[in-house]
């Protein structure tokens, strides 16, 4: 199997990694969780007295009953949404949802460790307290590493993937909190602290890893009919649950309820102008499915930000038709202009997807935020929306805008910078990562049960669509 690698010695340091990191990983974190993590108050047994002594009468008004259903939302995104998105590569579908599967599992428990140290760590015990948040900031952190995933689909090994992980958590973990904490920037749905930072992280990795001999796999970079619905079921759960994403830690009440019916609208309104572009780029008229599987979702992204603002629904369905319109156009136009002119290879379009759009989000939320006004928010209502409290109780919505406009530019800085030293770090020739004419096959890291007959049978067929690096519409010859 050497073949399959990049060399023979890449093959043999693989085998040797990746018998032992997930072990001594988990035996790890074991150990930390062991030290570290504790149940907090409203997941401890000591709840009942948690309740006689604040005067709580029901174990309703137990935080488990607000969130948990968002949770449970937010991961089936994680794990059924974004690793069913990746399978539209007709060899490469075990690779997008095994794979997928890993990196949320693995990612998650150094999340609440991370998150834990610079969140929560109770300073009198050194302890890290989780409830149920805990678990919806643990999934919010990895899917900042599915996103850079995407762009390096089919490209890097199972190990390369965890390291990626590893650093990537760990520079969320900072940029969140300088972002949320330091610069008290309002960020519910993730526009910049997930998308805009999983995005452009996962594109300079790829920029750094780039292949100048890709196109010796170019058989493989295309999709099938039956790959591209499995693609499309990525995409309705991730579409259905996204008000769920965008609310899920909001505060309880008008803003997370103001959320979920933001996010909503826009989503729908993406959805229209998508299928207006999509159609307007084909001479024949016809759909692309590369953009309904990806741009619908735009709007979720770019909402993210503002979705607990009173943005107004009409205002959240501009935002929505906007996005439709630049996410499809970066298919069809920017994508390939990043591939032929600045050598990023970007497998799943991230850049259109999530980067490009949280940066829109961004800008709204700090525009957004900068023109509220007493006389529309009220004053108690400005004060819950923004938590000017503490430290910030006088900060004015004009201050407010320009750190939301801050928090953006750090999160592209960490994400750009963090990228190209992990990228670095992933050059090295340890990783066993796939030789150029064996990228996006499941057959190099999986046992795959393909009859001979019927891979003859599939290697005769013309694919219905092809895609180079899943953007580029080719017609077929029939």
């Known amino acids: 199997t050497t073949d399959l690698f990049k060399n023979e010695k890449n093959s043999t340091n693989y085998i040797l990694t990746k018998h032992t990191f997930c072990f001594v990983w988990q035996i790890a974190m074991i150990i930390l969780f062991g030290v570290f993590i504790r149940y907090d108050e409203e997941s401890d047994t000591h709840w009942v007295e948690t309740k006689a002594h ?107 993937l965890l390291v990626m992980t590893l650093f990537g958590v760990t520079l969320f973990a900072v940029e969140e909190y300088i972002i949320l904490n330091l610069l008290h920037a309002r960020d519910a749905g993730g526009s910049m602290v997930i998308h805009t930072f999983g995005g452009y992280y996962g594109l300079t990795i790829s920029w750094v890893l780039y292949r100048p001999n890709l196109n010796q796999s170019k058989r493989m970079q295309g999709s099938v009919y039956h790959s591209d619905i499995f693609a499309m079921i990525g995409t309705l759960f991730l579409w259905m649950f996204w008000p769920s994403f965008n609310s899920a830690i909001t505060d309880h009440g008008d803003g997370q309820h103001r959320a979920a019916i933001n996010t909503y609208l826009c989503l729908a309104s993406t959805v229209l102008t998508t299928v207006a572009i999509s159609s307007l780029s084909q001479k024949t008229g016809k759909l692309d499915m590369v953009h309904i599987q990806n741009s619908t979702l735009a709007g979720g992204v770019a909402l993210g930000t503002a979705a607990e603002f009173m943005i107004s629904p009409y205002g959240a369905l501009i935002v929505g038709f906007f996005c439709g319109i630049i996410s499809t156009m970066g298919y069809i136009f920017i994508s390939p202009f990043l591939e032929k002119t600045l050598k990023i290879q970007d497998t799943c379009g991230i850049h259109n997807l999530h980067a490009m759009p949280g940066v829109i989000g961004g800008i709204v939320g700090a525009i957004t935020a900068a023109a509220a006004s007493e006389s529309v ?86 694919p219905i669509l092809e895609y180079n690096n899943h953007m580029i519409h080719k017609q077929q010859d029939l």
Request: overall charge negative.
């Open 54 to 160: 604040d005067n709580i009468t029901s174990d309703i008004e137990n935080d488990f009953y607000f969130r948990y259903p968002s949770f449970q939302d937010v991961h089936v995104m994680i794990f059924v949404g974004f690793g069913f998105l990746m399978t539209f590569l007709k060899r490469y579908s075990f690779g997008a949802v095994g794979f997928n599967f890993l990196v949320a599992s693995f990612g998650l428990q150094w999340a609440l460790l991370m998150q834990g140290w610079f969140h929560s760590l109770d300073p009198q015990t050194g302890k890290i307290f989780i409830g149920v948040e805990s678990l919806i900031n643990a999934d919010f952190c990895v899917a900042g590493c599915l996103i850079a995933y995407g762009a390096v689909l089919g490209k890097v090994s199972p190990v390369q």
């Open 377 to 462: 928010y009220g004053k108690q209502g400005l004060i819950n929306t923004f938590d000017f409290t503490g430290d910030f109780k006088d900060r004015t919505v004009l201050t407010q805008g320009g750190y939301q406009a801050a928090g953006m530019c750090v999160s592209i800085v960490f994400g750009v910078v963090g990228g190209a030293i992990v990228g670095s770090i992933l050059r090295l020739p340890i990783w066993g990562d796939p030789a150029d004419e064996n990228c996006f096959d499941d057959e190099v890291y999986w046992e795959v049960s393909l009859p001979d007959e019927e891979e003859e049978h599939q290697e005769s067929i013309p």
